[in-house]
């Protein structure tokens, strides 16, 4: 897999040396650049480049899971704050079941909460700020109900090796997006029919 993965960047490589060539220009056989691609790729094998290439394309993989990406728009919570997020929303078709019979129609509005409870909290941080890690660890031992963490930045595998349990990271931004968390550390628990968002200031 990964030598595909290579040649896909050699077929890159090798059309971007030939951009600066000026004249007459023919059509490429496809066997003359199969022929290529083998040529470069032993070369590269024999210089020892292409055990560079595996050995980086393997760093930026695992850096990847250990290091994802932050998640965008998010800052440190500068004020206590509650808000409510509603997940209703209106079906722009009808459901039918497996008879063809319609259970739902267009234009009728779900709220999920009506039909699955939210038995858990969520919690979103920052791993790599202390004073919300540290928050986060009392917070999962004093609270009511089960926590999950989510992080927002941080290194989830190190902080699971740490903790020794579960912990989650917002790929993406997905969850962030959907319960419109902007700060951290913030929590996330139903509250009646909708979810309740609470930003905590340190």
Not at 18 to 41: C, H, K, N, S, W
Not at 148 to 162: D, H, N, Q, S, V
Not at 187 to 202: A, F, N, P, S, Y
Request: proline share 4%; glycine share 6%; hydrophobic share 40%.
């Amino acid at each position: 897999m990964l030598a595909c993965c290579l040649l896909v960047l050699l077929v890159g490589q090798l059309m971007a040396e030939d951009l600066d060539v000026i004249g007459p220009t023919y059509p490429i056989q496809e066997r003359d650049l199969i022929e290529a691609m083998q040529t470069r790729f032993k070369n590269m094998e024999k210089s020892g480049e292409l055990a560079d290439l595996e050995e980086n394309y393997k760093k930026q993989v695992i850096s990847g899971i250990e290091r994802p990406q932050p998640v965008a728009g998010i800052s440190t919570s500068g004020t206590n704050k509650t808000f409510y997020v509603d997940l209703s929303f209106t079906l722009d078709r009808d459901v039918v079941d497996e008879h063809g019979r319609v259970m739902f129609k267009a234009g009728f509005k779900v709220n999920p909460l009506d039909y699955i409870g939210f038995g858990k909290i969520l919690v979103f941080f920052n791993s790599d700020n202390k004073r919300e890690k540290a928050f986060v660890e009392r917070y999962i031992k004093s609270a009511e109900m089960p926590v999950k963490p989510i992080l927002i930045a941080g290194a989830p595998l190190e902080l699971m090796r740490e903790w020794q349990r579960e912990v989650f990271f917002d790929q993406g931004g997905a969850l962030s997006k959907r319960f419109k968390i902007t700060h951290s550390p913030s929590t996330v628990r139903q509250e009646g029919k909708r979810l309740r968002i609470d930003e905590i200031r340190l």
